[in-house]
């Protein structure tokens, strides 16, 4: 029983290349029904982690790579079929690719992971990241609501970016500069 939160994170991993392969062939309804799935599972296995007690370090490390694997394949995908533009999906994956190697590289040195782990406002980001691909993907909607969509989530992934380089800041201050810990 232990085992269904990261059964639920392998298969956001697993869904993704379908995701991707429905979206490249123009099959927007399949490949929107997988990435909703896939979604899914992002709140699902928290919630079912977190109230059956069953939160586990592989679930704390690989929920956050499978959301970021979920969502740059997918920005990559409909950034290569011309839904999205480019600036968009080096922007998301950018920031992701950063804040990973940035952690990576940190991780080791600091005496408190839990500074690093995802917080609300990258979960508000995530969660806006995956609800800006519905409309962009099947609803064929207007430019200027495209745009603004995009628009809104930017801002988020920028906002994110700054909060998580404020942690890692503060992070490396304490460990290195003030020798806190």
Known sequence: MKEIP?????????????VAYFLTIGDYGW??????????????DGIVARRLK?????????????????????????AAIGIIPWWYFNLAVGRDLILVVAGACIAPF????????????GKICTAVQMAVLVPLVVLSV????????????????????VWYAGRFFDAVCKRFVLDLE
């Open 6 to 18: 990261n059964i639920l994170t392998t298969l956001r991993i697993v869904l993704t290349p379908f």
């Open 31 to 44: 490949g929107l029904l997988l990435f909703v799935a896939a979604a899914a599972t992002d709140a699902l």
């Open 54 to 78: 069953q939160t586990t370090t592989f679930g704390q490390l690989f929920d956050p790579v499978a959301d970021k694997i979920l969502l740059g394949v997918t920005f990559f995908t409909i």
């Open 110 to 121: 600091i005496n408190d992971p839990k500074r690093l782990a995802p917080n609300m406002v």
């Open 142 to 161: 207007p430019w200027r609501i495209e745009h603004d969509l995009l628009v809104v989530s930017a801002a988020l992934i920028v906002i994110s970016f």
